[in-house]
Nanobody, 115 residues
């Protein structure tokens, strides 16, 4: 079992920054990929960024150059630094990991970017 707890969402003006955190507990190891997805109203959930020993670091084209994913393996925590935020980044952001054949998701944190 793996538990993921996100924090750091909120309301920000366009051009601003936010940092999301996701703390993992349970049977997770540094080799397991961890990442972030988001889901805007009326849209499908989409990958934002992910990182792992087998895949390196992957970003959605829409966030390249603006978002940075990082990980502290000692704390089992993954971060998403979001800069130059745009109104279209507004969504619920979910932390994700894949361990032993199972997908695990956090509860989600709302990010709202006002124009």
């Amino acid at each position: 079992q793996v538990q993921l707890v996100e924090s750091g969402g909120g309301l920000v003006q366009a051009g601003g920054s936010l940092r999301l955190s996701c703390a993992a507990s349970g049977s997770i190891f540094s080799r397991n990929a961890m990442g972030w997805y988001r889901q805007a109203p009326g849209k499908q959930r989409e990958l934002v960024a992910t990182m792992g020993s087998g895949i390196g670091t992957v970003y959605a084209d829409s966030v390249k150059g603006r978002f940075t994913i990082s990980r502290d393996n000692a704390k089992n925590t993954v971060y998403l630094q979001m800069n130059s935020l745009k109104p279209e980044d507004t969504a619920v952001y979910y932390c994700h990991t894949f361990v032993s054949g199972y997908n695990y998701w956090g509860q989600g944190t709302q990010v709202t970017v006002s124009s």
